[in-house]
């Protein structure tokens, strides 16, 4: 339970820094289409200024190759806040990151033509199409900021748990491992002292015991010899007594 309470407690800052992450995520999110909603009114106001200058050739050509690379930005744009408002519920953070630096390449590729047709429309005195580049130019700039700052608060750190936290449950991010402490060496084990003589006598062996089986009968007597057999003597004639 003391482990537990110490875990709870440890990510309790880790969550609170979370929170504190995800809403400025958020704040930035409202900033960043708020200046697309005016870069899109930027955009529209450009087909209106560029049909007016058309007689200055130069003026002209480097109007429509900023007006390319401003739709290409567009694209990518539009793709930074698909990444932030629909990948944030599904977890597609490299989708986003890829976008935020095609964003940052191509912007930092725009910003020289904006910047050269800016001058060139000042020059030539068109005025319409200088206040759309200078709009332009300006929101290139804050835009280079913002998803290089967004970029630098990525760096090693995990896109979903820092950034992309739901609102509802907010994720937790769990302290570093403690380094594991080395194992104390254990003590050999004493050898245990010899037991003690015993002083009680040995046990009696009993006498072995006599044989169970009982001494064979003795033999029968000899039968006794048959009587010799008398021949049948003939009876003599007994004397008559005489008469007195």
């Keep these: 339970m003391a482990a537990r309470a110490d875990g709870c407690a440890a990510a309790a800052p880790a969550s609170a820094a979370a929170a504190a992450a995800l809403a400025r995520a958020q704040a930035r999110t409202a900033l960043a289409s708020v200046a697309f909603g005016i870069y899109l009114l930027c955009l529209g106001g450009a087909y209106l200024g560029y049909g007016h200058s058309y007689h200055r050739p130069i003026t002209y050509a480097l109007a429509n190759v900023s007006m390319a690379t401003a739709f290409a930005t567009q694209i990518f744009h539009i793709a930074i806040l698909y990444g932030i408002f629909v990948n944030k519920f599904l977890g597609c953070q490299k989708d986003l990151v890829y976008s935020l630096c095609a964003s940052l390449a191509i912007s930092m590729v725009t910003a020289p033509f904006t910047f050269i047709t800016l001058i060139c429309a000042i020059a030539t005195s068109t005025y319409e199409v200088a206040l759309w580049e200078m709009a332009r130019f300006g929101m290139l700039l804050y835009h280079v900021s913002l998803v ?24 937790v991010i769990t302290p570093p491992p403690t380094p594991a402490s080395p194992p104390t060496p254990t003590p050999p084990p004493s050898p245990s002292p010899p037991p003690p003589p015993s002083t009680t006598p040995p046990p009696l062996t009993p006498p072995p015991a006599r044989p169970t089986t009982a001494p064979p009968p003795p033999p029968p007597p000899p039968p006794p010899p048959p009587a010799p057999s008398r021949a049948p003597s003939v009876e003599e004639p007994q004397a008559v007594p005489r008469p007195s």
């Design 148 to 171: 290089r700052r967004f970029l630098w608060e990525l760096r090693g750190k995990r896109v979903v748990d820092v950034v992309f936290a739901s609102s509802s449950t907010p994720s």
